[in-house]
């Protein structure tokens, strides 16, 4: 994997010219299906150019072992001890060390990417002899990394990725782009712990992705980074149209709710269930929009909602009165069917 690119490339990159340039030096995607992951751990210490690696006790650069692999979940760990000293000054020395430990997983569907999640724990710090007054600039990070993460969609949809990181020293990135060079996300942060929900709408065809989850301390000593806690990025693939998880609320045994909306036909068909004798009524909603209503329950008859909007998110309702008394509810939301 060779020392990693992307706290250098994409984050000050991203900073300084925005989404192009963190983008531009990511591979094209591939050309045929195919879910294809490089993926380690990695150290990285740094310094300015006053300040040289000394020659004990580690690299500045070291690396796991690396795994090329398509499903399944891999682990790896690092760990990061570098010595650096001023040229002009020997009483400027700076250590910094680290330790991480990470696990990917990839889940293919019909030889596309379904989902891929990258997890990681670990700490890391730096030591300066003359903390804050010296001269080195250091900069050290501990990650897992992909380089890249190909991947693949045949069908129209939204890819999601679920990010959370750890306080003062938390690091994470995804950056997709589509075979064109196109972006189709970018979401990375760096500091403070923080949780965060992005997507971006995917037409078929091949992807590259650089993801990655780590801690990172630097720029004015004396830094120290610790993490008990875990950081995570998980990227998910949504259908044009589909569920974003299963129904809600306690009506659902009345009604079944689609996997998926019709984007063709801009209709969503639910079905009352064999419960059904034991509701009086049952009124629908779209966005909180009353759409149909049915006096008459009676198992496996349909309740069409019509007219959904393509380009929004839904969330369907089903508000139910009982014949016992009282009420039951139930929802799902989908995933637009543009973007």
């Not at 900073?15 to 294809?36: F, I």
């Amino acid at each position: 994997m060779g020392k990693s690119v992307l706290p250098r490339r994409v984050l000050a990159a991203t900073a300084a010219t925005g989404m192009a340039a963190a983008l531009a030096w990511l591979p094209a995607g591939p050309a045929s299906a195919a879910v294809a992951a490089t993926y380690g751990v990695v150290g990285q210490a740094s310094t300015s150019g006053s300040c040289t690696l000394t020659s004990s006790p580690g690299s500045d650069s070291p690396t796991s072992g690396i795994s090329h692999f398509s499903s399944g979940t891999k682990k790896h760990s690092v760990n990061l001890d570098a010595s650096f000293a001023n040229t002009g000054d020997a009483t400027d020395t700076v250590n910094m060390v680290g330790h991480y430990t990470s696990s990917m997983n990839i889940v293919r569907k019909g030889g596309n990417l379904a989902s891929m999640t990258m997890k990681g724990s670990g700490n890391v710090s730096i030591d300066a002899s003359k903390g804050s007054a010296t001269a080195c600039v250091p900069e050290a990070l501990v990650a897992g990394e992909t380089q890249p993460f190909q991947f693949t969609e045949t069908s129209p949809g939204w890819l999601y990725v679920s990010r959370h990181t750890v306080s003062k020293s938390g690091l994470a990135a995804t950056v997709v782009q589509d075979a064109d060079g196109n972006a189709v996300l970018l979401d990375i942060v760096q500091g403070n712990a923080s949780n965060g929900l992005a997507r971006g709408f995917t037409k078929p065809g091949a992807f590259s992705s650089l993801v990655l989850v780590g801690l990172a301390a630097g720029n004015v000593p004396p830094i120290i980074g610790k993490a008990a806690q875990q950081s995570s990025v998980v990227l998910t693939f949504h259908k044009a149209g589909s569920a974003l998880a299963g129904t809600k609320g306690a009506g659902k045994k009345f009604v079944e709710f689609p996997s998926s909306v019709s984007c063709g036909s801009k209709k969503a068909t639910l079905r009352w269930t064999s419960s059904a004798g034991k509701v009086a009524s049952g009124a629908f909603f779209v966005n909180g929009n009353k759409k149909a209503s049915d006096s008459t329950p009676r198992g496996g008859d349909k309740i069409v909602l019509s007219h959904l909007s393509p380009k929004a998110d839904i969330k369907i309702t089903a508000q139910l009165k009982l014949k016992a008394g009282g009420s039951a509810t139930a929802s799902r939301s989908y995933v637009p069917c543009k973007g």
